[in-house]
């Protein structure tokens, strides 16, 4: 399987619409790749939290048009990162969205785990309630961002739901760049699951971002991993190695904790 995931950068001397259509493009520029990943808050930036509201849209808005059109252009799937949606109700919501290589749109998730403590995010955006992951031919996706990193449940409820390759988004800061490596590899290991880890580069908000995203195999092992700047990471791996792990070294079936009671 061929991944490409762009690590573009979101800086402040860049419109959203203009960096829209840039994204795009580098979208449009990974034809043959059968899966493309882009970052958390791409078109406001992830840490821009007094353009949240500005910037926010519905979910079939202009990021959901433009992504389409991109996915169905290149003929891949596409995880189309995150961003700002606004709900019928008025809510904010840190969305997700992935498309077919039709450009269909096959699946959203909404945040679940909410940054910012008392501010920024955690304050003005609603949090997701559903686990969503996404069947490929070659693959089951599961859904995560950013600060979802740190909730191991949440891998293991996906998982659970049968996932065997675990996409996080994220707009991960350079001052915990250390967590993101190390929680990615966790994720991997416990989950015995790829995990493609997707970060921005450039600044949002004067917080500098880490980059560095990261391909890690089922092993714990990295097959990939980005510097800081904007670029596309591609990556060739094996889907099939998540079943073969699992079964060579089954302790997911060795679990005692979190399992439905038996009667």
């Known amino acids: 399987m061929h991944a490409s995931l762009i690590q573009i950068a979101v800086n402040p001397d860049e419109s959203v619409n203009s960096r829209r259509e840039r994204a795009a493009s580098l979208v449009v520029d990974q034809r043959g790749a059968d899966l493309v990943v882009l970052p958390e808050l791409w078109p406001v930036g992830a840490f821009n939290y007094t353009e949240f509201a500005t910037e926010a849209e519905p979910l079939l808005g202009p990021t959901h048009d433009v992504m389409a059109k991109a996915a169905a252009e290149a003929g891949v799937w596409l995880h189309a990162g995150s ?8 809510t904010l919501y840190n969305t997700s969205l992935v498309f077919s290589p039709e450009g269909r749109l096959a699946a959203s998730y909404r945040k679940i785990h909410r940054f910012g403590f008392d501010k920024g995010e955690a304050v003005m955006m609603g949090a997701g309630e559903e686990l969503v992951s996404v069947a490929l031919p070659q693959t089951v996706l599961g859904l ?31 001052r915990r760049r250390s967590h993101w490596t190390l929680l ?44 800081a700047d904007e670029q596309v990471l591609t990556v060739e791996f094996d889907p099939a190695r998540t079943a073969t792990v699992r079964e060579q070294f089954p302790a997911l079936k060795d679990r005692r904790l979190g399992l439905a009671p038996r009667r």
């Open 83 to 90: 961003f700002v949606e606004r709900a019928e109700d008025g």
């Open 144 to 174: 995560a961002t950013c600060y979802d990193l740190r909730f191991p449940e949440l891998f293991r409820g996906l998982a659970d739901a049968g996932a065997e390759t675990l996409v996080v988004v994220a707009g991960w800061p350079e």
């Open 184 to 227: 990615a590899k966790a994720r991997a290991v416990e989950n015995q699951a790829f995990v493609l880890a997707v970060g921005s580069a450039g600044t949002h908000a004067e917080i500098q971002q880490a980059g560095h995203s990261i391909v890690v195999d089922p092993w714990g092992e990295v097959v990939a991993e980005a510097g």
